[in-house]
């Protein structure tokens, strides 16, 4: 089992930056095709972005395309979400996960999740 957790949350102003960085440990991280997950206090967990088990594709939620960037490095065992340009919409709990398989877009895949880190963006 794959264990997760993630850093870098916090409070920003609207148009400001955040890193998201997400520590997996237990596994080789390069059997897991990874992803971020968001969600808002009474609403469903949505999709944000999600990349391979080597990086070479990378996947995005509409609403982040452009604007928020997908990464990992194997060799840390970590996985980043640069976010930039950020909006009120954006404030959510940003949740990690893994899956066995290459890479997926669909929260099912994804059988392994960190316990989130708080983004909160002001106006």
């Known amino acids: 089992q794959v264990q997760l957790v993630e850093s870098g949350g916090g409070l920003v102003q609207t148009g400001g930056s955040l890193r998201l960085s997400c520590a997996v440990s237990g596994r080789t991280a390069r059997s897991y095709g990874m992803a971020w997950f968001r969600q808002v206090s009474g609403k469903e967990r949505e999709f944000v972005a999600s990349i391979s088990r080597s990086g070479g594709r990378t996947y995005y939620a509409d609403s982040v395309k452009g604007r928020f960037t997908i990464s990992r490095d194997n060799a840390k065992s970590t996985v980043a979400l640069q976010m930039s340009s950020l909006e009120p919409e954006d404030t959510a709990v940003y949740y990690c996960?893994?899956?066995?398989?290459?890479?997926?877009?669909?929260?099912?895949?994804?059988?392994?999740w960190g316990h989130g880190t708080q983004v909160t963006v002001s106006s």
């Open positions: 996960a893994a899956t066995i398989l290459e890479v997926s877009i669909l929260q099912r895949s994804y059988t392994s």
